[in-house]
């Protein structure tokens, strides 16, 4: 099953048992969806699996930035809304890793690539992306790249 087609089963299920915020998160996703297969370049209205990953992720990372925000600001009832809204969107994205398995694949991506220092920073982070995309954060991605090269 689609990403589109259970975010539709879980709309209806949402609106069933009344879930007013869950509903709200889950009509985003969807909107985000429809937006990406209406763009130039999608084919035949479908988007493929890794631009529904990007999708969610950067709408996950959204409402993240945003809570913390509204928590700096000291608005409690907007950040706990973002919050419920990121974790509707975080059920669709796969397991984050742990920053033990993180340092595992950058180790065989480093070996991959035969970096051997900080110099090949860029070439790791390029393969890293790619392969651990929706499983690890940008910035986690980076900082044990650097840490394991600086090594």
Request: charged residues 35%; hydrophobic residues 35%.
């Amino acid at each position: 099953m689609s990403l589109k087609e259970q975010i539709n089963q879980d709309i209806k299920k949402a609106m069933l048992e009344k879930k007013k915020d869950e509903l709200t998160a889950l009509r985003a996703i969807k909107s985000a969806i429809l937006l990406a297969e209406s763009e130039k370049g999608a084919s035949e209205g479908d988007i493929s699996e890794e631009a529904e990953l990007k999708l969610l992720t950067k709408a996950a990372k959204q409402r993240k930035e945003s809570a913390d925000l509204y928590e700096k600001e000291g608005r409690k009832d907007l950040a706990e809304k973002e919050l419920l809204e990121y974790e509707v969107i975080s059920r669709y994205l796969p397991k984050q890793l742990t920053q033990d398995e993180l340092e595992v694949e950058v180790k065989q991506i480093i070996t991959e690539v035969g970096a051997s220092g900080p110099q090949d920073m860029g070439k790791v982070m390029g393969v890293a992306t790619k392969k651990l995309a929706g499983k690890a954060e940008g910035k986690a991605i980076s900082g044990t790249v650097k840490n394991l090269l600086a090594k």
